[in-house]
T-cell receptor
Framework: QKEVEQNSGPLSVPEGAIASLNCTYSDRVSQSFFWYRQYSGKSPELIMSIYSNGDKEDGRFTAQLNKASQYVSLLIRDSQPSDSATYLCAVGGLTGGGNKLTFGTGTQLKVEL | DAGVIQSPRHEVTEMGQEVTLRCKPISGHDYLFWYRQTMMRGLELLIYFNNNVPIDDSGMPEDRFSAKMPNASFSTLKIQPSEPRDSAVYFC???????????FGPGTRLTVL
């Protein structure tokens, strides 16, 4: 079982819709959770971090964390074509992981006009 | 403030040659991470440093790979001898604390012929 799992997609949503991206992780001791956006040919860009159960909102982005169920999600409201990218979920504090992050393989999002 | 700086941005070399990738972390960040990204394996952590000391090099694929951090503002990743399977994008990232937000450099796209 992979430590951090994401559906590779592509996830296609129409412009203006809500895009929902999901991530599950295997280790209950994980403490920190991040979403990165990566455009084709570019480096990962941090867009959200979350450390406590519940929701965290930043503009059109909302991160949701449920430690009991071991999942973290990212909602993108009013999706725009410029949101089309690969979204990487990263988890920190995995057992034996020291101070490093473990990344999922990413979900490709396509926002269609 | 400048972000993480990497050089070169692109490197094309022939099998058997030595390759040196360079990274300058964000000033004041105590942690530095080297990643490799390929389509097949996604984003993999190779090694990370804390206060210039290597903490975990378990991701280094083999002895052909080595990394150093002689001071707080400079790190190198060396491959000697290089092989075609080393072709990938190599990212450097830095953070204030270990499992906190990591910021990525633009990456070095390495092609080994």
């Amino acid at each position: 079982q992979k430590e951090v799992e994401q559906n590779s997609g592509p996830l296609s949503v129409p412009e203006g819709a809500i895009a929902s991206l999901n991530c599950t992780y295997s280790d209950r001791v994980s403490q920190s959770f991040f979403w990165y956006r990566q455009y084709s040919g570019k480096s990962p860009e941090l867009i959200m971090s979350i450390y406590s159960n519940g929701d965290k909102e930043d503009g059109r982005f909302t991160a949701q964390l449920n430690k009991a169920s071991q999942y973290v999600s990212l909602l993108i409201r009013d999706s725009q074509p410029s949101d089309s990218a690969t979204y990487l979920c990263a988890v920190g504090g995995l057992t034996g992981g020291g101070n490093k992050l473990t990344f999922g393989t990413g979900t490709q999002l396509k926002v269609e006009l | 403030d400048a972000g993480v700086i990497q050089s070169p941005r692109h490197e094309v070399t022939e099998m058997g040659q030595e390759v040196t990738l360079r990274c300058k972390p964000i000033s004041g960040h105590d942690y530095l991470f080297w990643y490799r990204q390929t389509m097949m394996r996604g984003l993999e952590l190779l090694i990370y440093f804390n206060n210039n000391v290597p903490i975990d090099d378990s991701g280094m694929p083999e002895d052909r790979f080595s990394a150093k951090m002689p001071n707080a503002s400079f790190s190198t990743l060396k491959i000697q001898p290089s092989e075609p399977r080393d072709s990938a994008v190599y990212f450097c990232a830095s953070s204030l604390t270990g499992d906190n937000e990591q910021f990525f450099g633009p990456g070095t796209r390495l092609t080994v012929l």
